[in-house]
């Protein structure tokens, strides 16, 4: 992979890591049609998902550093357990195991297996139209102060999925989140702090590998080509996650859903007249 492609993929990265349409599903596929035709790889997209989680970290700043004071405090008997911010600090803590642990038991295949174009159309028609559904039935009457703990175990089985190429990690959990009842923006804020310890954890792993020479993507994609995605992603996700938080709040995920079945059938017809490979 070249410079340019590093930057266009770390492009697409930060334009889709935060909209429901599966960030990993779109540089896979982006990266059959660049001039190497290379699959950038399970390496390369979890480094690249540091730029836009580091951006996550920026945007809401204030309320991760009130979040982590007030979760302390509870530890030290200082502010009560049931606070607000002291739940919220467990609830991301909880709802991150799933993905953790799945992660690690399905790591070989998720590297392999999963990584099939075939999949990828399949998931991106069926979570779509599934995500029609929550968003057409959801009576958006929870906020996040409503969150219980048996929700947050869900919402993390819901991020499990994004493990599959094509579910989307933010379309997952946001999904859950309105069938459960929880407006959008409250969906879609819980989902983005529920992310921060699965993506640094998964990226950090990664960029260790690839610095260490423990991935063949390293050698591939180089880390200096790899930084420069990670930093692209990191500047437009962060114009991304206002923009997207906006025009949910009085938007439906309408046009999304119909992307995302676009986009499936597209890929059905180029892999059945053998225009790209799985």
Request: net charge positive; hydrophobic share 55%.
């Amino acid at each position: 992979m070249n410079w340019f492609e590093a930057a266009f993929l770390g492009l697409i990265q930060g334009l889709t890591e935060f909209l429901p349409i599966s960030s990993s599903a779109h540089l896979f596929v982006v990266g059959k049609f660049l001039p190497s035709g290379a699959d950038p790889g399970a390496a390369f997209t979890a480094v690249s998902q540091l730029g836009t989680e580091a951006a996550v970290v920026v945007f809401f700043w204030k309320d991760i550093v009130r979040i982590i004071k007030t979760w302390f405090a509870s530890l030290r008997g200082r502010v009560p357990g049931n606070h607000p911010d002291a739940r919220m600090g467990w609830l991301v803590i909880i709802g991150s195991l799933p993905i953790a642990v799945l992660g690690v038991v399905f790591q070989h295949y998720i590297e392999s297996t999963l990584r099939n174009l075939w999949i990828v159309a399949t998931t991106l028609i069926v979570f779509g139209l599934i995500l029609a559904v929550a968003d057409a039935l959801a009576s958006q009457q929870r906020e996040l102060k409503d969150l219980t703990f048996a929700h947050g175990i869900i919402y993390g089985f819901a991020q499990a999925l994004a493990l599959i190429p094509g579910v989307s990690r933010s379309g997952g959990t946001i999904t859950a989140g309105l069938l459960m009842g929880y407006t959008r923006e409250s969906a879609a804020r819980y989902s983005f702090l529920l992310a921060i310890p699965a993506v640094f954890g998964s990226g950090f792993y990664e960029l260790y590998k690839i610095v260490s020479g423990k991935d063949g993507a390293g050698a591939t994609f180089g880390i200096g080509e790899t930084a420069l995605a990670t930093i692209i992603a990191f500047v437009v996700g962060y114009f991304i996650i206002g923009w997207f938080l906006k025009f949910i709040s009085t938007k439906s995920f309408r046009p999304f859903v119909w992307y995302r079945i676009a986009l499936g059938l597209a890929l059905y017809m180029l892999l059945g007249l053998g225009i790209i490979t799985a």
